[in-house]
């Protein structure tokens, strides 16, 4: 069975600093599909980023990266010099063939990000 | 603006009642999908509609149950309500099942 683990409930950090919200997931298949979404206070869920199983390469997006280590069975995701606007609830999620979108996937508790002036 | 719309934006009924959200995909998404928000049990995937079939189910409720019709807008329609059932109700479109998926804001229901 599928399952994400989001240890991190909660994080605060002030402006500027980096920040790095954990992901880890389990899976019994070889080929799977990793996302990113942000919910911000508005509560509608943005799509960051989705990584399939055979790409391990990060990836660096503005002030957003991504570390994917298939050997740990994590995804990370960095924030670099936070803003306040990137307080949301952050959500992790792992979807296996054949959806290879978020549609019908396991989401883990998400990370409720705090970034203070 | 994800395309993706959902109303009503809020409810509120009490418990045994029934009510319906409705969800109007992305132009061109023929697969919607449900899930229900939660503090308890998070974000759970209900069920998924491809093209007016039933694709996938996940943790869908009896009580519950959803349709596609033929213009692709879904309905999930939830029956007697318990207080349990009060959550963020979501819904998502998608072109296919390979392609991106775009949340709507949410139907937020209260149960009282």
């Known amino acids: 069975a599928q399952k994400v683990t989001q240890a991190q409930t909660e994080i605060s950090v002030v402006e500027k600093e980096d920040v790095t919200l954990d992901c880890v997931y389990e899976?019994?298949?070889?080929?799977?599909?990793l996302f990113w979404y942000k919910q911000p206070p508005s509560g509608e869920l943005v799509f960051l980023i989705r990584?399939?199983?055979?790409?391990?390469q990060n990836e660096i997006s503005g002030r957003y990266s991504w570390n994917f280590q298939k050997s740990t069975s994590s995804f990370n995701f960095t924030i670099t010099a936070s803003q306040v606007v990137d307080s949301a609830v952050y959500f992790c999620?792992?979807?296996?063939?054949?959806?290879?979108?978020?549609?019908?996937?396991?989401f883990g508790d998400g990370t409720t990000l705090t970034v203070k002036p | 603006d994800s395309g993706v719309t959902q109303t009503p934006k809020h409810l509120i009924t009490a418990t045994g009642q029934r009510v319906t959200l409705r969800c109007s995909p992305r132009?061109?998404?023929?697969?919607v999908y449900w899930y229900q928000q939660s503090l308890d049990q998070g974000l759970q995937f209900l069920i998924q509609?491809?093209?007016?079939?039933?694709?996938a189910k996940g943790n869908i409720l009896e009580r519950f149950s959803a349709q596609q019709f033929p213009d692709l807008h879904s309905e999930l329609n939830l029956s007697s309500l318990e207080l349990g059932d009060s959550a963020l109700y979501f819904c998502?479109?998608?072109?296919?099942?390979?392609?991106?998926?775009?949340f709507g804001q949410g139907t937020r229901l209260t149960v009282v």
């Open positions: 998502a479109s998608s072109e296919g099942v390979n392609t991106e998926a775009f």
């Open positions: 899976t019994r298949d070889t080929t799977y599909y």
């Open positions: 990584r399939n199983s055979f790409d391990e």
């Open positions: 999620a792992l979807s296996e063939p054949p959806n290879t979108n978020a549609g019908k996937s396991t």
């Open positions: 132009s061109g998404d023929l697969s």
């Open positions: 509609y491809y093209n007016g079939e039933e694709r």
